[in-house]
């Protein structure tokens, strides 16, 4: 079907307004059909306008960009990923982004196989085009051509998906969809388990690691993506292999080293309570109240990686008790 043929060459002006106007994107109020369409017509004409840039520090050094969008056009978005973008399916192997979906359940995938091999794509929501996401989140079957335009317009900025906005995450979903379904038949046939997280992609099982990173490499770049060669890793299983954070060799775990001052902080806590651990560390400006709420926090995701852990399990119940006296 072409842009301008099939069902929408019967679509008239008003139809099309119809439809921006069904999708409620400036939320519910007593706006005028007309200045609701003006204002959207303005944000998707100059969305450089709405975004700032946010630096995040990352745990290993340097710093992560975002490019955010203000609130007017965030408010739009969120309403394009609520009433258009959950409504289309990403593949299964995509383990982030999507409702159901979680760390953990994406380590189980590669539990307890003889090697893990982690693959990332460079620059990830950089290089995904706004031809990419017209394409592949709004779809000439579903869209007429104005709509579409639109809709890809108010999610990208200077021609590409910004990582800062609400939609893009769902939006990277459905553009890897094609890669992600080509790898999972490829794979399937070689009774490798594969998933991808976001820009990380990680292959399990018992297989040739250079036949597949040649097999991404090539699709990458036939999709317009590149591998990110500084940051291919290969793990057997006779040293950790970790996914998104979890040691995956035997059963879930998450880290020695970070379970080790784990417990030594609940242990102090115990000891001394949690006002005087903070003293002897030099934190007392830290309330006692939200450290305790960090540390269960953090209790609470080891628990949900690994339930079994019967340490963790009575630390949880000291930290809620504690919540009594803090």
């Keep these: 079907m072409g842009d301008n043929g099939g069902l929408w060459k ?3 002006e ?3 307004k119809d439809m921006m106007l069904s999708f409620q994107l400036l939320g519910e109020g007593d706006w005028a059909k007309e200045r609701i ?4 017509f303005a944000l998707s004409n100059h969305p450089e306008q709405h975004y700032h840039l946010v630096r995040i520090p990352k745990k290993r050094g340097g710093y992560r960009a975002l490019e955010v969008p203000d609130g007017l056009l965030k408010k739009v978005q969120r309403n394009i990923l609520h009433h258009i973008l959950e409504g289309f399916s990403p593949s299964p192997a995509a383990a982030a982004y999507r409702r159901g979906s979680s760390v953990p359940a994406n380590a189980g995938k590669h539990q307890g196989k003889r090697m ?3 693959l990332d794509i460079c620059d990830f929501f950089q290089n995904i085009t706004f031809p990419m996401v017209l394409s592949k989140a709004f779809p000439r079957e579903y869209f007429p051509p104005s709509v579409r335009l639109m809709l890809t317009s108010l999610c990208c900025l200077r021609e590409h998906l910004p990582q800062g906005a609400p939609t893009s995450p769902a939006i990277s979903n459905l553009v890897m969809s094609p890669f992600d379904e080509y790898m999972l038949d490829w794979c399937g046939q070689r009774e490798i388990a594969y998933s991808r997280y976001s820009d990380d992609m990680t292959f399990s ?5 250079a036949g597949v990173v040649r097999k991404v490499d090539g699709f990458l770049g036939a999709y317009g993506l590149e591998l990110n060669r500084d940051k291919i890793r290969l793990c057997t299983s006779g040293e950790r292999q970790t996914v998104t954070g979890i040691v995956v060799n035997e059963k879930l775990q998450l880290p020695r080293e970070y ?3 784990l417990r030594q902080e609940i242990h102090y806590c115990r000891k001394y309570g949690i006002e005087e651990h903070l003293k002897r560390k030099g934190m007392d400006d830290i309330q006692a109240g939200d450290y305790r709420k960090s540390l269960l926090g ?3 995701y080891l628990l949900f990686v690994n339930p079994q852990d019967e340490w963790f399990r009575q630390a949880e119940g000291f930290l809620k008790i504690e919540k009594l006296t803090v």
Excluded at 37 to 40: F, P, Y
């Design 10 to 12: 019967y679509c008239g």
């Design 205 to 209: 099982g018992d297989f040739d690691a």
């Design 298 to 300: 953090k209790v609470r």
């Design 37 to 40: 369409l003006a204002c959207l």
């Design 259 to 261: 379970r080790r001052l």
């Design 116 to 118: 893990v091999l982690k």
């Design 14 to 16: 008003d139809q099309i």
